[in-house]
């Protein structure tokens, strides 16, 4: 009843190469995933280089921080104390008034760290960049500011080298190096600024000598009455 005379094996050893072949190629697929997903997160990264968000903040960034939003109130006082020249015993009494109006927009300023970023925000429960400036200026001063900070830079006095920057001077950057006035912030001494940076992040110091700020300062201006 058997036509035929090949070994029992014969069969089997034909059937092995095809699965040998069936399982390689399925190992091999499996192999090539991880390559692919590599691969995704890159072309994700490289997407916003082209059309940059209104002054992003670099993850980075907030390791250089002088104070954290919730910094202990003596960390904030010791900051500005230290920015008050004008308010050694030696000092004349339009200095030590200056020294006085100065260190009050300062004291302000900090006691603000934490509040969250809300864009067109000009009060507590939220501010933009030129809305905290405002706010700060307004109720501290009595001094009304331009709304915008591409205003606020063609108002006061232009203080052209950077060495020469003060407490309470107005500090402005640019979306990109060497472009339009788009962010200010209130400089407290020692390369340091206070702002509010944007969506997502809250009222906190940060310090010029970074690399992201470094680039995209534009200018200061001092306020008029100071």
Request: with cysteine.
């Amino acid at each position: 009843m058997t036509t035929t005379n090949q070994p029992l094996g014969r069969p089997a050893a034909s059937r092995f190469p095809a699965f040998l072949r069936l399982t390689c190629a399925i190992l091999f697929g499996l192999a090539a995933l991880p390559a692919c997903a590599q691969q995704a997160p890159a072309a994700a990264t490289d997407a916003p280089a082209a059309q940059p968000a209104p002054l992003p903040m670099p993850p980075a960034l907030d390791a250089s921080l002088a104070l954290s939003p919730r910094a202990p109130v003596s960390e904030a006082r010791k900051l500005v104390a230290a920015a008050q020249p004008a308010a050694d015993a030696g000092a004349d009494d339009d200095k030590r008034a200056l020294g006085s109006r100065i260190q009050s927009v300062l004291q302000r300023a900090l006691t603000l760290l934490g509040t969250p970023y809300r864009w067109g925000g000009t009060t507590t429960d939220g501010f933009d960049c030129s809305g905290l400036v405002g706010y700060v200026f307004r109720t501290t001063l009595g001094i009304e500011l331009p709304r915008v900070s591409r205003d606020m830079a063609r108002s006061g006095q232009l203080i052209a080298d950077r060495a020469l920057l003060a407490p309470g001077d107005l500090v402005f950057f640019a979306r990109r190096a060497g472009g339009k006035v788009d962010h200010v912030g209130i400089y407290l001494g020692e390369g340091q600024f206070v702002h509010a940076p944007r969506t997502g992040k809250a009222v906190e110091v940060s310090s010029l000598d970074n690399n992201y700020w470094n680039r995209r300062y534009i200018q200061a201006r001092r306020v008029a009455q100071l």
